[in-house]
């Protein structure tokens, strides 16, 4: 079955960098999949953050973090990054890496809902002070 461990999160100043990282197993080598970065601070929803299709397809991101953040998947690896720049307090929350078999059906972040198959991993803090 798939697994998801996150690594990478941390405290950063306003302004620093951190970089996440999604360890992935269970993976089919047959399949594609769309998988991706959300996070939620706390007494808030649960938002997508980022997207990239496994095959080197399109990726897709929420625009607050367009300019700032960059996913992208190592095939060797089967590992999931967000590299994260310019960190601000607002992207302060618990970052969580997904995974659905298919593609990301142009950035829809609800796929992750609709589609059965969804795996979670268990999150990592990003905490940014002023």
């Known amino acids: 079955r798939v697994q998801l461990v996150e690594s990478g999160g941390g405290s950063v100043q306003t302004g620093g960098s951190l970089t996440l990282s999604c360890a992935a197993s269970?993976?089919?080598?047959?399949?594609?999949?769309?998988m991706g970065w959300f996070r939620q601070a706390p007494g808030k929803e649960r938002l997508g953050v980022a997207l990239t299709e496994t095959d080197g397809g399109a990726t897709y991101y929420r625009g607050s973090v367009k300019a700032r953040f960059t996913i992208s998947y190592d095939h060797a690896k089967n590992n999931l990054y967000l590299q994260m720049n310019n960190l601000e307090p607002e992207d302060t929350a618990m970052y969580y890496c997904?995974?659905?078999?298919?593609?990301?059906?142009?950035?829809?972040?609800?796929?992750?809902?609709?589609?059965?198959?969804?795996?979670w991993g268990q999150g990592t803090q990003v905490t940014v002070s002023s």
């Open positions: 997904a995974v659905v078999p298919g593609s990301c059906s142009n950035g829809y972040w609800g796929i992750f809902q609709l589609r059965a198959e969804n795996v």
């Open positions: 269970g993976l089919s080598d047959s399949l594609y999949y769309c």
